[in-house]
Structure formats: structure tokens, C-alpha cells
């Protein structure tokens, strides 16, 4: 939470994306409040591989800044994902939706990958 008298936009939280809300665009939401909670339900294929489904749900309040509106909002998002232990380290895959998508094409796709030295 975040609390001031005056707000310049590079102090907002952001949320959204591979990190935070996946099923939205990265930092698709800007706020002085922001929460998210998460499920996933994993099967494993190896020690540190794994297949799973998730649910995101998150919540956004920004203030009126500028031109803009004062804002309130919960955002779900869903999907798929997959980590695989490779030889150069973890990759992760992300298929994630959220109920304003109009087809599956238009889901949200993360790609990543954790290098250990």
C-alpha cells in the first residue's frame, strides 16, 4: 500500500505478467494498492520439473492521476504452465487467459529460463 499526497506514476506497484498476474500483459496495471493471491496445482515430472494449472486473482486501486480516473478492480487470470530442468538451467513456459480475451488465440504466452553459475 502506498500512501501520499501526490503520486508520480514511477512510485505505483505494478502487477501483471509472468511475475505477478499472468493472463495480462507485464505491468498492465499501475496502483498505490495491489494484491494478488495464487493457486497452482503441480504434477511432477522430476526432481525440479513439473507440470501445472493455475488461478491468479488480483486487485488494483489507483488514484486519479492526470487526466485519469480514480480506478477499483479485480483481475482474474488462468492457464497452464510447464518447468523443465535443462542442462543450461530451469525453463519455464506459461499459457495464461483472462475473461476479457475473446479466443484462446489471444492468451498470454511467458517464456523463461534460470541460469545457475
Do not use: C, K
Given at each position: 500500500?502506498?500512501?501520499?499526497?501526490s503520486y508520480?506514476?514511477?512510485?505505483?506497484?505494478?502487477?501483471?505478467?509472468?511475475?505477478?498476474?499472468?493472463?495480462?500483459?507485464?505491468?498492465?496495471?499501475?496502483?498505490?494498492?495491489?494484491?494478488?493471491?495464487?493457486?497452482?496445482?503441480?504434477?511432477q515430472l522430476?526432481?525440479?520439473?513439473?507440470?501445472?494449472?493455475?488461478?491468479?486473482?488480483?486487485?488494483?486501486?489507483?488514484?486519479?492521476?492526470?487526466?485519469?480516473?480514480?480506478?477499483?478492480?479485480?483481475?482474474?487470470?488462468?492457464?497452464?504452465?510447464?518447468?523443465?530442468?535443462?542442462?543450461?538451467?530451469?525453463?519455464?513456459?506459461?499459457?495464461a487467459l483472462?475473461?476479457?480475451?475473446?479466443?484462446?488465440?489471444?492468451?498470454?504466452?511467458?517464456?523463461?529460463?534460470?541460469?545457475?553459475?
Open positions: 500500500m502506498l500512501r501520499s499526497r508520480d506514476r514511477s512510485d505505483l506497484f505494478r502487477l501483471g505478467g509472468a511475475s505477478s498476474l499472468r493472463g495480462y500483459d507485464e505491468d498492465q496495471f499501475l496502483g498505490t494498492v495491489t494484491l494478488r493471491g495464487l493457486f497452482e496445482y503441480r504434477v522430476g526432481r525440479r520439473s513439473y507440470v501445472y494449472a493455475f488461478g491468479d486473482l488480483g486487485y488494483v486501486e489507483r488514484p486519479a492521476l492526470g487526466p485519469g480516473r480514480a480506478t477499483q478492480s479485480w483481475r482474474p487470470g488462468y492457464g497452464l504452465g510447464m518447468q523443465l530442468r535443462t542442462a543450461i538451467g530451469l525453463v519455464t513456459t506459461t499459457y483472462n475473461p476479457q480475451v475473446s479466443t484462446p488465440a489471444d492468451g498470454r504466452i511467458h517464456f523463461g529460463l534460470s541460469v545457475g553459475l
